[in-house]
């Protein structure tokens, strides 16, 4: 993965999964760190994904949850591969805002840039390289694991001293009181 290949500049083509099993890539991620956005909070922890397929084995169903302030926060969306025709792993996430009163379709780029043989870690971005998040199956990720995927992060021209770690905690959050996606709004006032 790391090597001593020149970084991408921010206009070239990212190289992306080929050939991502959608199946094994299902289930629950957590993000291990990512570029700060203004759609999560900032006090965010124990920020995670998780993916299940749908019966026509073409959408995925999307929940992100975040912790901020002792609440469960969460949106859901689907994901769908951007060209279906395409084996790359350049897929499109669709969500709704406000999440509370869904009117407004938003869609996003989420592109796999990197996972694992044994689909335990990934690096995910989108070409405009604002976005980055690096997951992992477990609330935890080795750190040469970790910098291996941040120079692979580097090599494909992203700006890897804007990642933040997510704070975790083991074993991970499951059930708190629940605020619908209302921090998608908090974060609009920098809450």
């Known amino acids: 993965m790391a090597g001593g290949k020149k970084s991408k500049d921010s206009g070239s083509e990212m190289r992306v999964v080929r050939g991502l099993d959608l199946e094994r890539y299902m289930g629950r991620w957590y993000e291990i760190a990512a570029f700060p956005s203004f ?11 998780t993916y299940a397929l749908e019966a026509d084995g073409k959408t995925v169903r999307v929940l992100n949850e975040t912790w901020s ?48 043989d044994d689909y335990q870690y990934a690096l995910v971005g989108q070409p405009s390289r604002k976005y980055l998040w690096i997951l992992c199956r477990q609330t935890h990720m080795d750190d040469e694991v970790y910098n291996q995927l941040v120079e692979r992060a580097k090599e494909e021209g992203y700006d890897v001293s804007k990642l933040r770690k997510t704070p975790q905690s083991d074993p991970p959050p499951e059930n708190a009181p629940t605020d619908k996606g209302f921090w998608w709004i908090k974060s609009l006032f920098g809450k």
């Open 39 to 49: 759609f999560q909070p900032k006090d965010g922890r124990c920020t995670r994904a």
């Open 69 to 116: 302030g002792g609440k469960r926060d969460y949106i859901e969306g689907t994901a769908y591969k951007a060209d279906p025709a395409s084996d790359e792993a350049k897929l499109k996430v669709k969500f709704y805002l406000p999440p509370f009163l869904p009117i407004i379709p938003v869609v996003g780029d989420y592109w796999v840039l990197y996972v694992d």
